[in-house]
């Protein structure tokens, strides 16, 4: 089992900065693939982004070059840095791990309880 615990959610001006992480406990040895996620009610939980064992990252269109995503193999840590943050950003950020046979056989794997990200003025 792998557990995930995501911090650094908030509230912030449009235009501003917040750093979201996630540390992983367990079985991390298993993890292969990272990422972030995030949901507004009555919507989908849509990818923000992903971060592969071996650095390879991937983004959604709506944060690519905004975001970015980072992971420390030794610290057990995920980051997110969110950068010109809009108000259509504000959604609960999940922080989500899979393991290679997660991946293949395309199942959710592991989740965090979420943090709020609030973007407003």
């Known amino acids: 089992q792998v557990q995930l615990v995501e911090s650094g959610g908030g509230l912030v001006q449009p235009g501003g900065s917040l750093r979201l992480s996630c540390v992983a406990s367990?079985?991390?040895?298993?993890?292969?693939?990272m990422g972030w996620y995030r949901q507004v009610p009555e919507k989908q939980r849509e990818l923000v982004a992903t971060i592969s064992r071996s650095g390879n990252t991937n983004y959604a269109d709506s944060v690519r070059g905004r975001f970015t995503i980072s992971r420390d193999n030794v610290q057990n840590t995920l980051l997110l840095q969110m950068y010109s943050l809009k108000p259509e950003d504000t959604a609960v950020y999940y922080c989500?791990?899979?393991?290679?046979?997660?991946?293949?056989?395309?199942?959710?794997?592991?989740w965090g309880q979420g943090t709020q990200v609030t973007v407003s003025s």
């Open positions: 367990g079985t991390i040895d298993s993890i292969y693939l």
């Open positions: 989500n791990a899979r393991s290679f046979s997660d991946v293949a056989l395309n199942r959710g794997g592991h």
